[in-house]
């Protein structure tokens, strides 16, 4: 009796263990199911965004398109054509010699650096020749005026299709705190914020400056000059504007307000003619 009671014990035991184990597996599915899941997930993210590089890659747009060809026609090869100069500074030299004019106050520290047939050219003034150029460039003494003057030089290239010339970018501020003009002009304390003017200087073969240009502004709604470029644009900023209009901030003329108001007017007739006739 005993021994069967033994037997069917262990046979009981035996099925609930057999059950049990069914269980247990369900229980460690279901706890792993939820990283099982998010596995699942990143690799269907990363499978998409793999397609999607691939298709972005295998066919771009056709506005891309549209722009790439723009420009394979319409852009220049800067690169080439510089290659392709026969002009013997290289365009790395030629920037370091522009950049040491510079340096040395636009050659007023080193008139060696300037050529016999140098001549300044600026929107208003010029073309002036050499003596001419450095002795009115040293009366105004920029820096006496303004010690704290900041250029703010900058994009130094040269021009593919002039090899011999380097253009550069110029955005001067400081505050007038000394006098000007040998204390023709007293100072006043004001802050001159220029607008973005483009400058250049053009080389020999022997690496002189034959011509510098400065003040061309490329943006004159910028700074507090007036949209004025240069020397003028800077005692503009100051108060001390010179009495003529080169020297002020530009004013439509009696013949430019007639031309826009006629050109006006010519539109608005022809807009009404066209309602007329039914746009024909």
Known sequence: MTAVLAATTSTASIRARVN?????????????????????????????ATAAEAETTSAPAAEEDGVREFFDTQMVDEAGMLAASTFPIPPADLIAKCKLILAKNNGGEDPSLLASD???????????????????????????????????????????????RVWYDARFVGTNTGPLI??????????????PQSCSMRFNERGECTQL????????????????????????????????????????????????????????????????????
Do not use: C
Request: hydrophobic share 40%; aromatic share 14%.
């Open 118 to 164: 140098f001549k300044f050219v600026a929107p208003v003034v010029g073309p002036l020749e050499k003596e001419r150029f450095l002795a009115a460039f040293q009366s105004f003494k920029i820096d006496e005026g303004f010690p704290d003057a900041k250029f703010n030089y900058y994009h130094f290239r040269v021009d593919p299709f002039e090899p011999s």
């Open 182 to 195: 040998g204390g023709t002009l007293p100072a006043t304390n004001k802050k001159v914020e220029s607008p």
């Open 213 to 280: 240009t400065v003040g061309y502004v490329m943006d004159k709604q910028l700074g507090n000059t007036g949209g004025l470029g240069g020397v003028y644009g800077i005692l503009y900023a100051i108060g001390y504007g010179l009495p003529f209009p080169e020297a002020q901030p530009w004013q439509k003329s009696v013949q430019y307000d007639l031309f826009q108001r006629f050109s006006g007017a010519t539109q608005e007739l022809q807009k009404f003619v066209k309602g007329l006739t039914g746009g024909n």
């Open 20 to 48: 049990a184990a069914p269980a247990a597996a369900r229980v460690v599915l279901a706890a792993g199911r939820p990283r099982l899941n998010a596995l699942r997930a990143t690799e269907a993210v990363r499978i998409s």
